[in-house]
């Protein structure tokens, strides 16, 4: 960009803000109770029907990873690293569509578009604590699949029990330390352009928009290193994957190597289901208007991955279907 010194004028003091208005918009920090969230409609009938289809969308989610968690949990027969890393993944799943989806709910269900500043903090912190954590776990379940197929006589000795403890608490605490930090900055700045975030939820690229600090600069380099860690985490991956597909090629009978791919495929698919729902709402061009764009990315990578994760794994592996059907059983005799 080209500046043209001669435009310049001599005094700055037309341009510098008043101590008055310095001291409002600082303000705005502190009495800044609440924030508006963007609805998905201002027709009583569409919010309802936002209300069902978010209903159903919610229960879908939560039985499915539920079935999951406690299918892993009671049978003996998915007492492997695998599948302890896939229950900590439905762990996982509900509790990122627990922060967003009930609140948007509540919202439409009373005719309101409000969300308290802890809350907000609250989905926040939650939010990225769940979707950090997330990522991580699938960069370690990578490793699971690396370990099980390219040194299958290893891999008792490498993925023993308290290494996978350790594994998923070294994802665990990481997602807290990184959310915690995200979190902190992103509350520390004033907020004295807006309270309205136009999304259905608390999310920070739409925070940092009607913040009125330059400090903000301070959470993109917390934002960059999000990144960097990512892409580090996705590069592993394609890495493993890369190293899993020579091995498998290598297996000279047939069924060996579609038993070898279908170990893979389920999680595979939630990495490029992660991956690319995550590439596609931050990639998008911002706007500082609400949009109904915005909320259709917002459901896209925030509801899509957490919902689909425990139908994939449930449709692509057969331990896992046959686990539910036999928990499922057992439920309906126990009834009956």
């Given at each position: 960009?080209?500046?043209r ?19 409002k918009?600082?303000s ?7 924030f508006?969230?963007l ?16 209903l ?36 996982l ?9 009930p ?13 308290s ?9 939650l ?49 807290i ?23 259905f939820?608390?999310?920070?690229p ?64 939630v ?19 609400a ?42 005799f126990?009834?009956?």
């Amino acid at each position: 960009m080209l500046l043209r010194l001669g435009n310049i004028p001599h005094s700055t003091k037309t341009n510098t803000p008043s101590h008055n208005e310095l001291r409002k918009k600082m303000s705005n920090r502190s009495t800044l109770t609440e924030f508006l969230l963007l609805g998905f409609s201002d027709v009583r009938e569409l919010q309802i029907l936002h209300f069902v289809v978010f209903l159903v969308i919610y229960l879908v989610g939560l039985m499915g990873n539920l079935l999951i968690i406690t299918a892993v949990a009671l049978n003996p027969h998915l007492q492997t690293p695998m599948f302890f890393f896939l229950a900590n993944l439905s762990i996982l799943d509900f509790g990122s569509i627990s922060v967003t989806i009930p609140k948007s709910m509540a919202n439409s269900l009373m005719n309101t578009r409000v969300i308290s500043y802890p809350g907000c903090v609250t989905q926040v912190f939650l939010f990225i604590l769940f979707a950090a954590t997330d990522f991580a776990l699938v960069t370690i379940m990578a490793y699971d699949r690396y370990v099980a197929i390219c040194q299958p006589l290893h891999y008792e000795r490498v993925m023993n029990r308290r290494a996978c403890v350790q594994m998923a608490a070294s994802a665990w605490i990481s997602g807290i330390a990184y959310s915690a930090l995200h979190a902190g900055i992103t509350f520390r700045l004033p907020f004295c352009q807006s309270n309205d975030i136009n999304l259905f939820f608390c999310e920070i690229p739409h925070l940092l928009k009607i913040t009125c600090s330059d400090s903000y600069l301070s959470e993109v380099g917390v934002i960059a290193l999000g990144v960097f860690l990512g892409l580090n985490c996705f590069v592993f991956i394609i890495v493993s994957y890369v190293q899993i597909f020579k091995t498998v090629l290598r297996i000279p009978s047939e069924q060996g190597r579609h038993k070898a791919f279908s170990t893979c495929l389920p999680h595979l698919t939630v990495v490029s289901l992660m991956v690319f729902t995550g590439i596609f709402a931050y990639l998008k061009p911002t706007s500082n208007s609400a949009s109904g764009l915005d909320l259709v990315v917002g459901v896209l990578y925030s509801l899509v991955p957490p919902v689909m994760n425990p139908i994939i794994y449930s449709m692509r592996n057969k331990e896992i279907k046959a686990a539910l059907k036999k928990l499922i059983v057992w439920r309906l005799f126990t009834k009956n």
